[in-house]
């Protein structure tokens, strides 16, 4: 039972904090709820390999500024279920799942905030379920087109994607990621992030979330499935006032991306942190904050 399973970070020091499990669009979902009820609804979707905690810092900010914050461990990730195969996890599951969380909380619409795979299912559902996204926010991941157009042109990007071909191979990946534990996993974080963007219990937090059973398989098949089992959403460009927010270090991602996703909104604003790395979340609690709630503030 995904209940059953134990809690594998604290909630966040915020009074209304609490834990509810939502069965959405065919699976059980953990999130995290914070705020009042009658509040707008903010929807904060994190990476790989993070979980829910991604955003623990975002939590009192968001309710201290009048947004009810929503915050689910994705398909397969910590405390929400992990249905078996590759198919279980394409990108249109995924933005269904979300989708399935706001109608859930009573809602026609939320803000929708994503980093990372985060970002990806937020502009996937931008895009297929655009009724569903009031104010749409990104961070460090590109639009899909952008990033495919790129992929074919960039040579550069090519060779930043490595990791993501090698995921497609069975089985090799969970072992080299689990590997001392989950030092690959610990180096992907710690090594490109500015001081500070850590700590020990963080990683802690980390590890215990990949050695459950069947976690790792999961996250990976994020990756397997858009390779395999991608449906394009029926419409490329996004109507929704869009906020990239893009740490310009990434180590996955070139920085071209982030202008080039522009071009496929339809009202878009960069906001860009020259000296930040992909972990920019973690990086400019502060900063980041500010600027996705001016954005969600009009």
């Not at 979300?98 to 795979?117: N, P």
């Not at 999961?218 to 990756?223: D, G, K, Q, T, V």
């Not at 869009?242 to 991306?257: R, Y």
Request: contains cysteine; charged residues 25%.
């Amino acid at each position: 039972m995904t209940e059953s399973r134990q809690a594998n970070a604290p909630l966040p020091d915020v009074p209304s904090a609490e834990r509810r499990f939502v069965d959405a669009n065919g699976v059980t979902l953990h999130a995290v709820a914070a705020g009042d009820s009658a509040d707008p609804l903010v929807v904060l979707l994190h990476g790989f390999p993070e979980f829910w905690y991604e955003w623990s810092e975002y939590v009192g900010r968001f309710v201290d500024a009048g947004y009810r914050v929503l915050i689910p461990d994705q398909r397969g990730y910590n405390l929400s279920d992990r249905p078996d195969g590759v198919r279980s996890y394409r990108t249109s599951a995924l933005s269904a799942d979300v989708a399935s969380l706001v109608e859930a909380e009573g809602r026609e619409t939320a803000h929708v905030i994503g980093h990372d795979w985060g970002g990806a299912i937020a502009w996937d559902l931008s895009l297929r379920h655009p009724g569903v996204v009031d104010r749409l926010g990104i961070v460090n991941v590109p639009h899909p087109t952008a990033f495919e157009r790129t992929l074919r042109s960039s040579p550069r990007q090519l060779s930043k994607s490595w990791y993501a071909f090698v995921f497609q191979l069975p089985r090799f990946p969970e072992w080299a990621l689990a590997r001392n534990d989950f030092d690959a996993l610990v180096t992907s974080m710690r090594e490109p992030a500015n001081d500070g963007a850590f700590d020990e219990a963080d990683f802690e937090r980390y590890r215990r979330t990949w050695s459950e059973p069947g976690a790792l398989t999961a996250a990976i098949n994020w990756y397997r499935a858009r390779a395999r089992h991608y449906d394009e959403p029926p419409r490329e460009r996004v109507a929704q006032p869009t906020l990239i927010v893009w740490g310009e270090n990434d180590q996955a991602l070139v920085p071209e991306l982030a202008p080039t996703s522009l071009e496929y909104c339809e009202d878009a604003t960069l906001a860009r942190f020259p000296h930040a790395t992909h972990w920019v979340v973690h990086e400019h609690p502060d900063r980041v904050s500010a600027v996705l709630l001016d954005h969600l503030e009009g």
